[in-house]
């Protein structure tokens, strides 16, 4: 699996645009990124995924430059409510998911 | 449509006892998955299932954990005897299949407590 570094955390505010990047030099070939979300006492859950350029859902968008060795996932307009940890994975379509730190994204009013 | 469940929600339970956790996985999803966050840690992969069978324990940490997933609906995780470093949160996942793999469907977790 890739090794994937993204900032601890983050700050905004609310209706400003949240831009988290995860560096992933080592990408293999096959690999794939996705996104997952974590609120307090909650479990994970997946946001986006996408292998190249740029994927679009009604979450989010994520942007991968040609080289893929780095990638951003963009929340548009944030809220209260976007309050979380934001984990990026890298990997061949694998069934473990391997989690790292992920970014703490605090929004204020 | 309901989600993944995990019973119970927070368990507190001396050193030496025995915790049975249970999940239930979204109807029709073949694939769970067992995953645990102890404390200051990240969380980490303990084992899958596909149906009834186990297709990789490599994640689990030793011999006291034990995992079944009977008839392949629901799924237990048992661990015995507890010591305090089996603390944390266990969350349960499933999958419908293999394809978009990634798309796990995470439970709220069970925290638990050894002490």
């Known amino acids: 699996l890739a090794k994937t570094t993204q900032p601890i955390s983050m700050d905004s505010y609310e209706g400003q645009e949240v831009n988290i990047t995860c560096s992933h030099n080592n990408i293999a070939t096959n690999d794939y990124i996705t996104w997952y979300q974590q609120f307090p006492s909650q479990g994970p859950r997946f946001i986006i995924q996408?292998?190249?350029t740029k994927v679009t859902n009604e979450v989010a968008s994520l942007f991968i430059p040609a080289d893929r060795k780095s990638s951003t996932l963009s929340l548009p307009r944030v809220s209260l409510s976007d309050t979380a940890v934001y984990y990026c994975l890298v990997g061949e379509n694998d069934y473990k998911l391997s989690f790292g730190a992920g970014t703490t994204v605090t929004v204020r009013a | 449509e309901a989600g993944v469940t995990q019973f119970p929600s927070h368990s507190v339970i001396e050193k030496g006892q025995t915790v049975t956790l249970r999940c239930d996985p979204i109807?029709?999803?073949?694939?769970l998955y067992w995953y645990r966050r102890v404390m200051g840690k990240e969380i980490k992969f303990l084992l899958h299932f596909v149906k009834e069978s186990k297709q990789d324990e490599s994640g689990m940490p030793n011999n006291r954990f034990l995992a079944e997933r009977t008839g392949g609906t629901y799924s237990t995780l048992k661990v015995q005897p507890a010591e305090l470093e089996d603390s944390g949160v266990y969350f349960c996942?499933?999958?419908?299949?293999?394809?978009?793999?990634?798309?796990?469907?995470f439970g709220p977790g069970t925290r638990l407590t050894v002490t």
């Open positions: 109807s029709g999803h073949d694939n």
């Open positions: 996942a499933s999958s419908f299949g293999l394809a978009g793999v990634y798309e796990q469907y």
């Open positions: 996408g292998y190249k």
